[in-house]
């Protein structure tokens, strides 16, 4: 019988998609099974300013063996357990989307059933306080989760700040311990096999030909094989979501390290704000096409919590994904695969999600198509449920202040985005569509938070009188509370677990 085995694997591109691809190969296959080259240039800088993740972050760290305390030190990083979003829904409202669930469902209805029961009556005005990850954020509160039995504290699901440079080095070094080699140097041209098109090999700068069986493209929004050379194509979402610059600038660290992301609209975008244990990172995302780069810049440079600590940096880029990520012996991961704005820190995951995906596919030396199709119907999948979930916080909204937010809340948007808003304001249900990223906890957030208001609850709710009701919420708001009271302060949990 042929051996087939795919031998060798060079990947294009360092950066957080390159070293997650080379760690991830490298725990999961091992260098005995196939050689793996990672090639990057240090003259070629990285994009670099995703620097918020969501909790299956935890997951991939869990998978690569790492322990999470070297990780958060080695990273100056900082805990996150959702994200605040001011000024969307309308100037000098503020609300959360957070990690983990509100409340409990009870007699197998759904806890936002009862809780909007209740609010729809004004009895419950913020649904924040039937959340442990909101109400603890509020404070600036955080801990790992521990054995305490039917305590909210046994369950904390959260996620990370770090620095996306450090995260990458932090990765190198892990790559390189079990055996992926590193080559330094620029890629000039690409070279494909004459019977097939097939990738044959990348020539560097200095005349060398780097072969290989696989390649994966990390080389961010050139898509250097995958578009360049290979011509997969684009699909443009600025329609839906009109951004398309980003500057990007970090600034002196404040004492309180908040536990969350925040998300600040402006008047033709956002601005993020990500602190990390020595700085804070900021960046203004925004519409060019109604905001020049220069205004952008000044905003941002008006709204930091202390003294810059570089230059601003402007980031271009185009919304959307490519046609196909996955062609011949080529996979894109990261910028080269496509592109969603970092609202609600997806980047990272869609790297996962890819790598993961590409593992239960993983092939050999013939590259059936019947797996490169499922993959990249898979993958499309998951771009378009994201960006269905990111439309909405622009679209749900009641500003009107500006050219910006008036296209957005009156633009066409999605089939199945809007199916999902007329359900939400039937009765308030949310659902997760088979495995899309966002559950129905993320979706009544958003839509709650951007005032989103249903004409009813789910009538399903009233099989617990009314008495009960107010009852049961009261003990799980007390509970939720306790639980937070109990929590220590980030700063003090770094210091003491993580310190840098």
């Known amino acids: 019988m042929t051996d087939r085995k795919i031998r060798s ?13 080379a760690a991830t190969l490298a725990r999961i296959l091992s260098t005995q099974y196939a050689s793996i080259t990672l090639i990057e240039s240090d003259e070629i800088g990285i994009i670099g300013v995703g620097e918020a993740t969501i909790p299956q972050m935890a997951t991939f760290n869990r998978m690569l063996g790492l322990d999470e305390d070297q990780f958060m030190r080695e990273t100056k990083g900082s805990f996150k357990l959702g994200i605040q979003f001011v000024n969307w829904a309308r100037q000098g409202h503020v609300y959360y989307h957070p990690f983990g669930k ?4 009870m007699q197998g209805v759904s806890f936002h059933a009862y809780f909007l029961r209740l609010h729809q009556m004004g009895e419950a005005p913020n649904i924040d306080d039937w959340s442990l990850q909101a109400t603890a954020s509020r404070n600036n509160k955080f801990m790992r989760p521990i054995d305490a039995g039917n305590s909210p504290l046994s369950e904390i699901p959260y996620a990370f700040h770090f620095d996306a440079g450090l995260y990458a080095k932090f990765l190198r070094s892990y790559a390189e311990g079990l055996g992926v080699v590193r080559r330094e140097g620029k890629i000039v041209d690409v070279k494909l096999r004459g019977e097939d098109g097939f990738v044959q090999s990348v020539v560097m700068e200095n005349g060398d030909e780097v072969e290989g069986d696989l390649f994966i493209d990390c080389s961010g929004f050139r898509g250097l094989i995958i578009e360049q050379a290979l011509k997969a194509g684009f699909t443009d979402w600025s329609h839906y979501l009109p951004c398309n610059r980003a500057v990007a600038v970090p600034c002196e660290s404040v004492d309180e390290w908040t536990p969350y992301t925040r998300s600040t609209a402006h008047t033709a975008g956002w601005q993020w704000r990500i602190p990390l244990q020595h700085r804070t990172g900021n960046g203004h995302v925004f519409s060019v096409d109604h905001m020049s780069e220069d205004e952008a810049t000044q905003i941002l440079l008006n709204n930091l919590d202390g003294k810059p600590l570089a230059d601003p940096r402007v980031v271009r880029f185009t919304t959307g994904h490519r046609n196909k990520l996955w062609i011949k012996n ?22 996962q999600s890819g790598l993961s995906r590409f593992l239960t596919m993983f092939p050999d030396r013939d590259f059936n198509q019947a797996d490169i199709d499922r993959y990249n119907r898979i993958m499309t999948t998951d771009y378009e449920e994201i960006r269905d979930f990111i439309v909405l916080h622009y679209h749900a909204t009641e500003r009107d202040d500006s050219p910006f937010w008036n296209y ?21 249900r949310c659902f997760r569509e088979n495995e899309e990223l966002f559950n129905d906890t993320s979706w009544f957030a958003v839509m709650h938070g951007q005032l989103m208001k249903p004409k009813s609850y789910d009538p399903v709710a009233d099989v617990m009188s009314l ?3 107010r009852a049961r919420l009261a003990h799980i708001k007390e509970a939720i509370v306790n639980s937070a009271d109990y929590m220590p302060k980030q700063r003090d949990f770094i210091r003491e677990h993580c310190a840098a």
Do not use: Q
């Open 467 to 469: 008495e009960e009701t």
């Open 408 to 428: 957005c809340r009156t633009m066409d948007i999605p089939e199945r985005l809007a199916e999902k808003m007329r359900v939400f304001r039937s009765h308030g």
């Open 102 to 105: 509100y409340g409990l469902d």
């Open 330 to 351: 080529c996979v894109a991961m990261g910028l080269a695969g496509g592109f969603i704005e970092p609202l609600e820190s997806t980047a990272i995951w869609l790297i």
């Open 9 to 21: 694997i060079v990947i294009v591109g360092g950066g957080t998609a390159g070293w997650m691809s």
